[in-house]
Structures are given as C-alpha cells and as structure tokens.
C-alpha cells in the first residue's frame, strides 16, 4: 500500500484529507476520558478524586508520547520529501526504541514518586488507595501509551491519519464495554474497581500498539525493516531527543499553565475553580475541528521542507492558519450565544454559572488565536524548529500568565473578571508574537536550511 503524495497534490485538498480524519478520531479520543469520568462517578466521590490527583503523572507519560511522535514525524517527512527513504525507515526503527526505553523509565520512576506525589496534592486514606490503585495499573503499561504514539508517527509522516482515527473510534467502544466489565466484576471476573478502569485503558492502548504496527508494515515505506535499524544508533536517537525533548517540554507547559491558572481562580472561591474546569472542557470541544490542522501542516511542511518546495511550505502554513481562524471565529460567535446554555449542561449553581459565562464570553473572542499559535508550532516542528515552540510555551503559560493575572486580577482590582481576561490577552499576546516568528522563519527557510547546511560541515 502506498501513502498518498504530499509533494504535488493541492494543498487545500491535502489538508482536508489529513486534518479531518485527525479531528474526527480525535473526538472519540475526549469521548473516551468521558466514559472514564462517567464510570469512576458510578463508584462515587473518592474515585473521581483518583483519577483527577493521578492526572500530572499520567500527562507526564502523554507529554513524552507526544513529544516522541512529533518529533519523530518530523525527521521522517523531511526525510521522505528528500527521497531518503532508507533513513526515514532508519529513524523510525529508532524512535521505537526509544519509545520502549522512555516508557519503562518513566513507569518505573512514576512508581517510586507517585506515592509522595499524591500525598502532597492531599491525598489520604481511601482517596490515596484508589489512586494508588488506579495509577500503578497505568504506569505498569506505560510503555504502551508512548510506543502506540512512536508507531503512529510513521502514518503521519506519510500523512496518513485515517488508521488512528479508526483505532481512536474503536478504543472508545472498546473502553466503554471494558470499563463496566472490569470494574463491576462481570462475567464471572474479580471486581477491580478504578483498577479495573485503568486495565481498560491499558488493554485499548496494547490494542492499539497492534493495530497500528499491522497498518505501518502494510504501507510501502516500512514493509521491510530489517533488525540492524534497531540496534542502537547514538547519533540518530541524540537526533530525535533533540526534536522530540522541546515538543515534550512544551506540553509539559500546559499542565504547568492548568495549575497556575488554577492557583490564582482559587483566590475567588472554589465556584471559580469549578467554573474553570467546566468552562474549559466546553471550550476544548470547540477547538476540536482545529486539531486536525496541526497533524496537516506538521506532514504537509515536513515533507515538502525535506525535498526543498518552499513555496509549498508557505502555502501549507497559511491555508491551514485560514482555515483554523475562520472555523475558530465561527465557533467564537456560536460559543457567545449558547455559552449560558451549555454551562447548565454541567451545574445550576449560580455561582458558578456566572463565573463560567463570564470565562466563556472571553473565550469566544480568544478561539481564533490557538490556531494560529498551534499551526506556526506544528509547521516550524515540522521545519525542525522544536525550540520555538518551547520558548512560546514558556510566556504563555508560565512567564507572561504570572505577571499579568497578578496585574489585572490584583493590582487593578479586577477580579476575577481581570483573571478570565488575562488568559484572552496572554493567548492572543502569543498568537501575535507566533505569527510574527513564523512569518520570518517560514517566508526564509533557505536561510535556515543554509545555517544548518554550516552546522554540520563544521
């Protein structure tokens, strides 16, 4: 099986074949942490605690998953666009080893510190048990959660995203016969309780592993990888740690971002911290027809980078920043009129409702500038410019956030109306400041290819 070119066929039709599969595998992916949250309610209080205290070692594995495929696929489109396919087989057969090392080291360091870690986020008692219980199955399949990611990096650099959506699609289904099963004690089996959720999760994520190496070997490009590009290549892997450490890092910036956030809604009662968390997962549903652009320009910008169509390259960052603002400014106005009604999906406090209706009314006029942010992170990940994505990951979330909530929530008096508006201005600071450095970087890729052509002749 052959996979689709991404060199000649028109880019608009491209991204559209490659963003919209993403986008739609992508909303059983929410779904699915959706049936999670649905089944630990059915166990009660304690168990919804569990899984929200186990997230910050669970997005550690996610972020050195994401990191890992991200850069991965950068490094094999480029080197796809330059008909190098012997290394793109090269660096794949080395992101799996990787993959398998990172996912074992992190397992077994999550296991020493989870404990600890739990404790100090409060953690007591029948609460800390549960997490315990819920985070050991998890970190003991860790390794499934990254490989599954390194082996889907290979669909993506080829731009192909209708296999993990079809994965996505049938792990969802998957989990939701799996949870009660596991967790109940059906069939005969031992009731597992959160343990069983967690075992869930980690059987889709083996699945998946599966599932998705049967489809890579079918495509042309790895069909035959021979054992020698699995022996550790030092150069090659110091190469992927270089791409995948900063994606890595800069996810990591989003968990930091969650818990400064949350730090200065605290100081406006527990009603806005509730209304954060509700408003938020309102707001990602939203976002959701975007994440697709980025899996499109990350593909569409590696490959044609790699086999030197800059023109390309500039056609596929722009197309993707239009379609992501003109779906995120629709989906702002229709967020405005029905935010109040949305809200009430979740609660009838009052409190609450208010808080939330205000967070929502910024967000809908500050959508439109995460596609812009993302698209210029994915498309200079893809010119193999990690880096920059880190550094905006660092004022958005920690070095701006800090100066100006503090600014408008505090020093003017604002509140926490100064709070929800900070967010608005920082993001769209970034945005701004995102689309100033990939204009630059991605309107001169000769010159950076030329500054690279230097590094490694010296």
């Not at 315990?132 to 970190?139: A, C, F, K, R, S």
């Amino acid at each position: 099986m052959s996979a689709p070119s991404l060199l000649d066929e028109p880019i608009p039709v491209l991204i559209r074949r490659i963003a919209l599969p993403a986008s739609i595998g992508f909303f059983f992916n929410t779904m699915f942490n959706f049936a999670d949250t649905f089944c630990a309610g059915i166990l009660g209080t304690d168990a919804l605690a569990a899984l929200s205290v186990s997230f910050p070692v669970f997005f550690l594995l996610l972020s050195a998953g994401s990191g890992l495929s991200q850069g991965t696929t950068a490094l094999m489109a480029n080197a796809i666009g330059a008909k190098e396919m012997q290394k793109a087989r090269h660096v794949f057969a080395q992101a799996l080893v990787c993959a398998v090392v990172i996912g074992l080291l992190l397992s077994g360091i999550g296991l020493l510190i989870s404990p600890w870690l739990f404790g100090l986020l409060g953690a007591e008692g029948t609460h800390l048990r549960l997490s315990q219980d819920y985070m050991n199955v998890i970190l003991l399949g860790g390794t499934f959660f990254i490989l599954q990611m390194a082996v889907n990096a290979a669909l993506n650099a080829q731009g192909d995203t209708k296999l993990y959506r079809n994965f996505l699609i049938i792990g969802f289904f998957a989990n939701c016969v799996l949870n009660p099963i596991l967790m109940l004690g059906w069939l005969g089996l031992p009731a597992m309780g959160v343990a069983g959720l967690a075992l869930a999760t980690v059987i889709v994520q083996l699945g998946g592993c599966v599932m998705l190496w049967r489809g890579v070997r079918r495509r042309d490009l790895c069909r035959e990888m021979p054992a020698a590009l699995f022996k550790p290549d030092l150069s090659l892997i110091r190469d992927i740690v270089a791409q995948a450490g900063p994606a890595a890092l800069n996810m990591l910036t989003v968990g930091l971002g969650i818990f400064v956030i949350t730090w200065f809604a605290k100081h406006f009662g527990k009603e806005a911290v509730a209304a954060y968390g509700i408003a938020t997962r309102i707001e990602q549903m939203v976002l959701l027809p975007t994440i697709g652009l980025n899996f499109a320009v990350l593909s569409l910008v590696g490959q044609n980078h790699g086999a030197g169509y800059f023109h390309r390259v500039r056609e596929a960052w722009k197309t993707n920043l239009l379609y992501g603002v003109g779906l995120m400014l629709a989906g702002g106005a229709l967020l405005f009129l029905l935010k109040d009604q949305a809200l009430a999906l979740f609660t009838s406090d009052p409190v609450v409702l208010r808080h939330g209706s205000d967070y929502l009314g910024v967000a809908s006029v500050t959508l439109a500038a995460y596609p812009i942010l993302f698209v210029t992170v994915f498309a200079l990940q893809g010119m193999k410019r990690p880096g920059y994505g880190l550094w905006m990951g660092l004022y958005r979330q920690i070095i701006a956030p800090m100066i100006v909530f503090n600014g408008l929530a505090f020093t003017l008096g604002l509140g926490s109306w100064g709070l929800w508006w900070g967010i608005g201005l920082v993001t769209w600071s970034a945005a701004l400041f995102a689309l100033w450095w990939g204009w630059r970087a991605i309107h001169h890729p000769e010159r950076l290819k030329q500054k690279d052509a230097k590094k490694e002749a010296a």
